[in-house]
């Protein structure tokens, strides 16, 4: 199987260089789908100005045709920054294509290959064969010293002698030293964030996607002697039942013709509900597409079918709404392959997915069971002021599903007015992983009672996003008042509460299930009515940010109670009164009374986890 894939990707592998020089060699590529060569932006001169690069000139075999830079990722020498996609004309003339591994583990016995310029010669093909040693973070791959890369050889393929894919890019050879350094193919999930060069935005708004999927389609189409899955089956691994190359091709193909995911929580979510535990994935190397999840079967030892099958009818529920017609084909072929399994496998595979119901795509905010993110905001207890230590966590799913993303490592704390920056950076790489199309995902604030007037909905984080407050000290196990509470708000119409400071201890204790506590006083002057409020078990309850007053309430006050029962009759359960509120402030300007409340939202069904240590400083 080795010498005939390396002869695939051979033919595969193209030189590039400028189009009015033929004979000169700037570096390698490989192409990875109908048109699209894959290659290192180092190798291209690319300079200050990228658009200025011009026409290229590709040439391997059988193929002598004009490119252009069409895509590259940042601008940097780093693996996860150093690729670029070339684009051959509309019409390009036919060829070979690779095929990309879904492994997540790195290779073992690899072979470069490339294009080299002899001394005084023209350009030449190239192969060595070497082995994986290591990683050189998320995505570099460290090529033992049993060969030399000639210079030209970069951008090349770096193919899995043992899997029969390709698996990485090659990079660069190591200074004064044999072996190297390639790019593994996981790099390419960066193209999301890829930067189109010029007009040339072919791919559309999610370029890695669009190019994993034409990948995909073509080796499902490929036949006869360019057929890389073909000479891969001819003499693949494994026993009868394993999950083969060809099962791999066609169920990519399939894949390749639904919707993406809503978000990558949503795949990730599909993903451990299959495997019955979540993978620990690196952030830089967790799925995006629905290809990626069938890269976790292979790392399962027993019943890689099985999972594989059952992966792959947890997403034909996910897509069933919105794709029938290919969905109905997966099942099809779902269909088809599990009738070649042994009757008590069939059941087995039946059994696992009696659960594949409770998927949901779009986890929508009705039983408030999609993804979270809070930030928990731990005042530093050795200086005075404001300054606090973060925190950021997520359920993905439900309760049981809670882990810490990022968390702050100042000694000091941060200061509460620059938290918005602070916090910029970690929450957008948490809200990327978990907002879905038509949902962004909901930031939560644990902070303590008095700093409830933070106008936390106006940070720049909070833009067009739902944005609630916790009350910090409720971590842990919930109270038994907090639980009641919140199980009396499911069975019962919302109705505000007013709560004024002489009588809050009296009106809190004997209100009905569904009450919910407004307060008409900014919180420094009703920090103690708030307390009683949390102390009473509510989990649901409001208040104003500006209507300041020292003595009897009035029209201002008015106005805030009848803002507040049109809320929560328009919301009708509490899992939907913070979308309410959301869309109530998008739809009215800052004059509104939307604008100058906030909301307190903490669900006891999903406490923030006790610490295991204790935010600490020198």
């Not at 204790?509 to 009473?536: F, K, Y």
Request: charged letters at 25%; aromatic letters at 6%.
């Amino acid at each position: 199987m080795t010498a005939r894939l390396e002869q695939l990707a051979s033919r595969a592998t193209v030189r590039i260089g400028p189009y009015d020089a033929p004979g000169e060699l700037w570096g390698s590529g490989f192409l990875v789908a109908p048109g699209w060569v894959l290659t290192c932006a180092h190798v291209l001169p690319l300079g200050q100005d990228v658009e200025s690069i011009g026409e290229l000139r590709v040439q391997g075999h059988q193929l002598d045709a004009p490119a252009r830079l069409a895509y590259r990722l940042g601008g940097g020498t780093d693996p996860d920054q150093d690729l670029a996609l070339v684009r051959l004309p509309d019409a390009p003339p036919p060829h070979a294509c690779v095929r990309l591994t879904d492994h997540y583990d790195p290779p073992h016995r690899v072979t470069a290959l490339g294009w080299r310029t002899p001394k005084g010669g023209r350009p030449q093909s190239w192969s060595g064969h070497s082995e994986c040693n290591g990683r050189d973070g998320p995505y570099g791959l460290t090529l033992a010293p049993h060969m030399e890369i000639p210079h030209g050889a970069s951008g090349g393929p770096l193919l899995d002698r043992d899997r029969g894919v390709v698996a990485g890019i090659v990079k660069a050879r190591r200074a004064n030293k044999d072996g190297g350094l390639a790019v593994a193919v996981t790099a390419l999930r960066g193209f999301r964030a890829a930067r189109p060069v010029g007009d040339e935005d072919t791919l559309g708004p999610d370029p890695y996607a669009a190019l994993i999927r034409a990948h995909d389609l073509w080796h499902r189409r490929a036949v006869g002697g360019t057929s890389w899955v073909r000479t891969q089956s001819d003499t693949g691994r494994g026993g009868e039942r394993a999950w083969g190359p060809r099962d791999s091709a066609e169920a990519s193909a399939l894949l390749a013709a639904l919707p993406r995911p809503d978000s990558p929580a949503v795949l990730q979510r599909t993903i451990a509900l299959v495997l019955g535990y979540e993978p620990l994935w690196e952030d830089e190397l967790a799925p995006l597409d629905w290809r990626d999840g069938q890269g976790w079967v292979h790392d399962e030892p027993d019943g890689a079918d099985i999972i594989a099958l059952h992966y792959l009818l947890a997403v034909a529920h996910l897509c069933r709404d919105r794709s029938p017609d290919a969905v109905a084909e997966l099942e099809h072929w779902i269909k088809t392959r599990v009738q070649a399994l042994p009757d008590y496998l069939g059941a087995l595979l039946r059994s696992r997915t009696e659960d594949t119901d409770a998927l949901d795509a779009g986890c929508g905010a009705d039983d408030d069971q999609g993804p979270v993110v809070a930030v928990e905001l731990e005042p530093d207890p050795y200086r005075p002021g404001d300054r606090f230590h973060w925190r950021v966590w997520s359920w993905p799913d439900g309760p049981e599903t809670a882990r810490v993303l990022e968390e702050d490592e100042a000694d000091e704390g941060v200061p509460l007015t620059e938290l918005p920056q602070a916090l910029d950076e970690p929450l957008g790489r948490a809200f990327r992983q978990f907002d879905a199309e038509g949902r962004l995902t909901r930031l939560e604030l644990a902070l303590p009672v008095e700093h409830f007037g933070t106008h936390v909905h106006t940070w720049p984080l909070g833009a067009r996003r739902e944005v609630v407050l916790r009350c910090l000290k409720r971590r842990g196990e919930p109270a038994a008042a907090w639980r009641d509470r919140w199980g009396g708000l499911a069975v019962s119409d919302l109705k505000p509460l007013p709560v004024q400071p002489d009588y809050a201890q009296e009106a809190l204790a004997t209100a009905p299930p569904g009450a919910v506590p407004v307060l008409c006083r900014p919180p420094r002057q009703s920090e103690g009515p708030l307390a009683e409020t949390i102390g009473a078990g509510y989990g649901v309850a409001l208040w104003s940010l500006k209507n300041e007053h020292a003595r009897a309430c009035g029209t201002d006050c008015g106005e805030l109670y009848g803002t507040a029962a049109r809320l929560l009759d328009s919301a009708a359960r509490a899992t939907a009164v913070p979308e309410r509120l959301r869309l109530l402030r998008e739809k009215n300007d800052e004059t509104d009374w939307t604008h100058h409340i906030a909301l307190l939202y903490d669900d006891p069904r999903r406490p923030i986890p006790l610490r295991d240590d204790v935010l600490d400083s020198p």
